[in-house]
């Protein structure tokens, strides 16, 4: 059974500080794929980023980044100088390969509150 | 254009009647699904369809009826409402490849049961 735990139910930082959200996930699956979803205020699911378990590189895209770390089975998310619009809740998700039977096994979010 | 589009986006309804969610997707994908979020904001699946066929059933009660009258579209009959229901459901798509690929995912439907 695949489970992801994000153990952060809520952070709040002051604008311009950078932040970490945590990610740890369980599988006994080899290849597996990892997601985070932004979902601000207005409700919507935003997909960030997909990371499939063979690529263990860490990707950054603007003020935002991704540290994937099999040996502790974490996908932590980082966001630099942070700003108000980045007020949210997180959400990391995990995907076992499953030939057309694939599904997301969400965290349980993390709200993220940037404090102007 | 919105590519995954749900309708309504709030249903407010009394307990015993019975309501149906539309979702369509203009992505071309292949695979479809529903999420439920509760109130305290955990998602969880509730059932997948590839190509019209049912892949996905969480354990949901009978009295949720998914159909999928082709592949861009999954609608959602909910029976009899109870008060558990009241939630944000979710619609997504993505195309069933090589690799896993993000799922795309619609506004939500608000649903309150009174």
């Known amino acids: 059974a695949q489970k992801v735990t994000q153990a952060q139910t809520e952070i709040s930082v002051v604008e311009k500080e950078d932040v970490t959200l945590d990610c740890v996930y369980e599988?006994?699956?080899?290849?597996?794929?990892l997601f985070w979803y932004k979902q601000p205020p207005s409700g919507e699911l935003v997909f960030l980023i997909r990371?499939?378990?063979?690529?263990?590189q860490n990707e950054i895209s603007g003020r935002y980044s991704w540290n994937f770390q099999k040996s502790t089975s974490s996908f932590n998310f980082t966001i630099t100088a942070s700003q108000v619009v980045d007020s949210a809740v997180y959400f990391c998700?995990?995907?076992?390969?499953?030939?057309?039977?694939?599904?997301?096994?969400f965290g349980t979010g993390t709200r993220l509150t940037i404090i102007p | 254009d919105t590519a995954v589009s749900q309708t309504p986006k709030y249903l407010v309804t009394q307990m015993g009647n019975d309501k149906s969610i539309k979702c369509e997707q203009n992505?071309?994908?292949?695979?479809m699904y529903w999420y439920k979020q509760d109130s305290k904001k955990f998602l969880k699946i509730m059932f997948s369809?590839?190509?019209?066929?049912?892949?996905i059933n969480e354990t949901v009660p009978n009295r949720f009826s998914p159909k999928s009258p082709d592949k861009a579209h999954l609608n959602l009959h909910i029976n009899s409402l109870e008060l558990g229901d009241s939630a944000v459901y979710f619609c997504?798509?993505?195309?069933?490849?090589?690799?896993?690929?993000?799922?795309?995912f619609g506004d939500g439907t608000r649903l309150s049961i009174l």
């Open positions: 992505l071309g994908h292949d695979t």
């Open positions: 369809y590839n190509n019209k066929e049912l892949i």
């Open positions: 998700a995990l995907s076992e390969r499953n030939f057309g039977n694939e599904k997301l096994t």
């Open positions: 599988t006994r699956d080899t290849t597996y794929y």
């Open positions: 997504a798509s993505s195309q069933v490849q090589g690799a896993v690929q993000p799922q795309h």
């Open positions: 990371r499939n378990s063979f690529d263990e």
